[in-house]
């Protein structure tokens, strides 16, 4: 009899899970946190991504991060002018990353001596929030233009973050968005997390983010999101990952 969807995703997720939970193990002990960043496209993740890493150059820590896209090597450019090694991960259509393509990286491209690995996931809050990466903490952004309901519409992304990032907080007011709805919407899919709000533009917030960063790998205690990564609804075949 032929497997239901459903349980080839379970299937896909178990084994995601599996090579996740060793890659965590192993990285680990080689001293290396890694940091699986989620947000819808142009939520200005990447730019600020870029603002993080500069302050991290700036004070001689060891840095790396990976972008993930469909296509194009865009973010790898921008992000590299910060100064930290970085490296473009193409998913050939596939719309989330899994452990097993960042496994694939760390062990061929991960510079010696790295100690805060950043991965800025593909641009997508449905699939990449099902998908454990091994990751020490996981940062959900969003910005202030795309609404306040947003944790309801993607309650497993924001459910599962260890920490929410609202982004853009300059365009608050003109936007219109009301901080109070948008506190209270993630209180209810992820009760006690934290809300940092930041502006890569003008900078504000990256040093706080980088601040609770670089807390998580230095051991300090993670905030426990009431949801795991879970499956959706439908499965992709597994392409070739440049």
């Not at 989620?38 to 990447?46: C, F, M, N, Q, V």
């Not at 972008?67 to 002018?81: I, K, Q, V």
């Not at 992820?190 to 003008?202: F, I, K, M, Q, Y």
């Not at 900078?203 to 980088?210: H, P």
């Amino acid at each position: 009899m032929c497997e239901s969807v459903d349980e080839v995703g379970r299937a896909v997720l178990a084994r995601n899970d599996g090579l996740a939970a060793h890659l965590r193990e192993e990285l680990t002990g080689r001293g290396v946190s890694v940091v699986n960043l989620l947000s819808s496209p142009g939520s200005g993740k990447t730019e600020l991504l870029g603002r993080v890493l500069a302050r991290a150059v700036e004070r001689g820590l060891p840095v790396a991060a990976l972008t993930a896209d469909l296509a194009t090597e865009n973010d790898a450019r921008r992000l590299a002018r910060s100064g930290a090694p970085v490296k473009q991960l193409l998913t050939d259509g596939l719309c989330h990353l899994e452990a097993r393509q960042l496994r694939g990286h760390v062990e061929s491209w991960l510079p010696e001596g790295t100690s805060l690995l950043f991965v800025e996931n593909v641009g997508n809050l449905v699939c990449p929030a099902s998908y454990d990466l091994g990751e020490s903490l996981r940062i959900v952004l969003m910005a202030v233009t795309e609404g306040e309901d947003k944790p309801l519409k993607y309650p497993t992304a924001f459910g599962s973050a260890h920490l929410v990032v609202l982004t853009k907080s300059d365009l608050a007011e003109p936007a219109g968005f009301d901080a109070a709805a948008f506190e209270e919407h993630v209180r209810r899919v992820n009760p006690g997390v934290e809300v940092l709000r930041s502006c890569a533009r003008t900078g504000d917030g990256v040093d706080t983010l980088l601040e609770r960063v670089l807390a998580v790998r230095d051991g300090a205690p993670v905030h426990s999101p009431p949801l795991a990564p879970r499956p959706h609804s439908h499965t992709h075949a597994a392409g070739p990952v440049a």
